[in-house]
């Protein structure tokens, strides 16, 4: 088999270039082995505002801009529905929370998305007492739903293989690169956390941080917003709601853990307080990087091997974006954003 491009890795990452691919009508196989989880357990949520410090999200319009067209795209051409749009409420802490909050409003980049007045209604089982500022243009991709569709339509056309990719096997001698029996022009790696055995880009400073979130049933919680405190509860229908994240940067597995669930359940008793069940626990290893910038570009010696990684915290709205950029750089001389590039690091 001949192809234009290996991709390695069906999370948003390599989604986001497959993308790219089906719409330049180049030739691809992809290979997923399902060592990874993140793309699939994520929130999902995208939201121009990084709440904790009132700054904008890096480019957070630009990407938005790119990004809600791509996945009404998918959701056009798979025939499903993802993207759910909701107001974000951060339920402010304190007096100085509050503050913090009006000096943010002066900020330019923020002034399409923060509410300048302060809801004070209060909300049935919802705890807050220095009320809510509003967070708009913000929402979720069910990013599940998402991955599995879009593996599904992959595999009813023959475009994906369900098994791991050895690195080993892949011949990089000659210009085009040979990988059992097939051959590509080039291969973008997009494996997540997967990079640590990938021994042409293991050495990049991936800081993974892996993340828990709890499924929970409260019937008597009836809220349509994506509520944000010290951790998020997020509507996804039916007094159903995911809440999340922690944050856990030792446990290298993808395994839900008691400690996660207990971190979980303790910091929900602050948030809300009606009953509830636990349907699901759920966890992935979130591709960070310190400085927050993702992992894109070319090998160094082999030309022919690119990667595309390091999505971190924000794939949702990050990787359009970026597997657009890297798509114009290989295919059409566009310049790979300085940012991004993985020239940044020596190997
Ligand atoms: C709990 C949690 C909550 C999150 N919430 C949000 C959120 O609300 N919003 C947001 O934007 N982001 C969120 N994220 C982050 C988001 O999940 C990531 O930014 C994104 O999913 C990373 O995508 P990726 O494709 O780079 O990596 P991955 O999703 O890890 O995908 C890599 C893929 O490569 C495959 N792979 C690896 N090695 C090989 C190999 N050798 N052969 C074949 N296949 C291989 C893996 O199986 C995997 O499917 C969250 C993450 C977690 C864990």
Known sequence: MKVDYIIVGLGLAGLAFVEELIEANKTFLVFEDDSQTSSLVAGGVYNPVILKRFTP????????????????????RLHIKIDQKFVIKKAF?????????????????????????????SYNGVIADFSFGNVNEAG???????????????KGNGLI?????????LNTDNEILVYKDITASKIVFCEGFGIKQNPFFNYLPLNEAKGELLTIHAPELNIDFLLKSTLFVLPIGNNYYKVGATFNWTDKTSNPSKEGKDELIDKLKKVIDVPYTIVS??????????????????????????????????????????AKNLFNHLENNEELDIEIDIKRFKK
């Not at 009006?102 to 900020?107: G, H």
């Not at 979720?140 to 992959?154: C, N, P, W």
């Open 57 to 76: 999200v890096w480019n957070a319009k630009e990407q938005l801009k790119i990004a809600l067209p791509f996945y009404k795209r998918i959701e056009d």
């Open 93 to 121: 802490k304190s007096i100085e929370d509050q503050n913090n909050w009006f000096s943010a409003l002066d900020k330019p980049k923020l002034v399409d998305y923060l509410d300048a007045c302060l809801d004070s209604k």
């Open 140 to 154: 979720r991709i069910d990013t599940e739903k998402l991955v599995s569709s879009y593996r599904d339509y992959l």
């Open 161 to 169: 293989q369900f098994e791991k990719f050895k690195h080993l096997k």
């Open 281 to 322: 626990q759920s966890a992935g290893i979130r591709p960070t990087v310190a400085g927050r910038r993702p992992l894109v570009g070319i090998h160094d010696t082999y030309k022919q091997l690119v990667v595309l990684n390091g999505l971190g915290t924000r794939g949702v709205m990050i990787a359009p974006t970026v």
